[in-house]
C-alpha cells in the first residue's frame, strides 16, 4: 500500500499508535496533520502536528495544499498534500491518522488508499482514555463521547476495522499491509 489510512474516534489511541510507528518503524512514513487547535502539553510543532492560526490554514484550503482537512470539534486539521505526496514518489509507504471526515475525502480522491478504522475494545474503555487525557472539561469530554458514538457507526465503510486493544498488535498489521507487495 502506498496510502494508508488512520481513523477512528477521538481517545481510541490513534496518536498513539502513530506515535509508536514514528519511533519503532522504518517502513513507514507517518504524516504530520495540520490544525488550528492550541498544542497541548508535551507536543511540538512540526513533530506532532503544524500548529496554525485560522487565517493560515484558511489560506493554505483556498491554495488546495492539503490532501484532505475538516473542521471537527472547533478546529481544523489537514494533511499537507506535498509532503504525502514527496514520500510516495521516493518509494514509501505513508500513513496518515486523521478524522472520519479526512477519510471521506480521501476515499473519494485517492482510489488506491487503504483505509483502517482504528476502534475501542469497549465503550466504557473509549470513555476511561477519554477521562483519562486530563485535557477536556468534563462537559467537553461528554461531547466527545456523543461524537465518539455517531463516529462508530460509520466503522462500515473502512476497509478495515482494527480493535485497539494493543498497540503493537496495531501497529504490527499496519506495518503488514506497508509492506504488502503493491499492485
Known sequence: ???????????????????????????????????????????????????????????????????????????????????????????KSVLLEIEIAGARQIREREQGAYLVFLAPPSIAELERRLLARGTDSPERAAQRLEIAHEELAQSHWFDEVLVNSSVEEVAARLITLATAPKG
Not at 496510502?3 to 522504518?26: A, M
Not at 498544542?39 to 485560522?54: A, N, T
Not at 492539503?66 to 470539534?73: N, V
Not at 478546529?75 to 514527496?86: D, E, I, Q
Open 1 to 91: 500500500m502506498d496510502l494508508i489510512v488512520l481513523s477512528g474516534p477521538g481517545g481510541v489511541g490513534k496518536s498513539t499508535v502513530s506515535e509508536y510507528l514514528r519511533q519503532h518503524s522504518d517502513q513507514l512514513w507517518v504524516s504530520v496533520s495540520a490544525t488550528t487547535r492550541a498544542p497541548r502539553p508535551g507536543e511540538r510543532s512540526g513533530v506532532d502536528y503544524y500548529f496554525l492560526s485560522e487565517r493560515e490554514f484558511t489560506e493554505r484550503i483556498e491554495k488546495e495544499e492539503f490532501l484532505e482537512w475538516a473542521h471537527f470539534a472547533g478546529n481544523y486539521y489537514g494533511t499537507p498534500r506535498n509532503a504525502v505526496y514527496s514520500q510516495i514518489e521516493g518509494g
